[in-house]
Nanobody, 123 residues
Framework: QAQLAEAGGGRVQAGGSLRLSCMILRRTFDISAMGWFRQASGKEREFVGRITTSGHTYVVESVKGRFTISRDNAKNTMYLQMNDLQPKDTAFYYC?????????????????WGQGTQVTVSS
């Protein structure tokens, strides 16, 4: 299974920014797309956005205009730039990798996951 590692979480005040990274440490299958999810305490894992191998990106409406997904192929790393963070964005953020699927909001379609990183936004 592919091994992923997130980094970049932390605590910020409302209106602040963070950039999360997701590095592919070990690749055991052809990754078709990678995504970001988040899980707030007591809630289900929520899809945030994804990027395909061709570089097409998509983010959900609730973060559109604030969050941007990008990647650096040379570094085997995907990023989630989060601006204008709000307390509602507080969650554990995970990255995942898919095989054979270019777009999915269903976490069950992702075959590999990182360990996650906590983002806490205070008002």
């Amino acid at each position: 299974q592919a091994q992923l590692a997130e980094a970049g979480g932390g605590r910020v005040q409302a209106g602040g920014s963070l950039r999360l990274s997701c590095m592919i440490l070990r690749r055991t299958f052809d990754i078709s797309a990678m995504g970001w999810f988040r899980q707030a305490s007591g809630k289900e894992r929520e899809f945030v956005g994804r990027i395909t191998t061709s570089g097409h990106t998509y983010v959900v409406e609730s973060v559109k205009g604030r969050f941007t997904i990008s990647r650096d192929n040379a570094k085997n790393t995907m990023y989630l730039q989060m601006n204008d963070l709000q307390p509602k964005d507080t969650a554990f953020y995970y990255c995942g990798a898919m095989r054979g699927i270019s777009s999915s909001e269903n976490p069950e379609d992702y075959e590999a996951w990182g360990q996650g990183t906590q983002v806490t936004v205070s008002s």
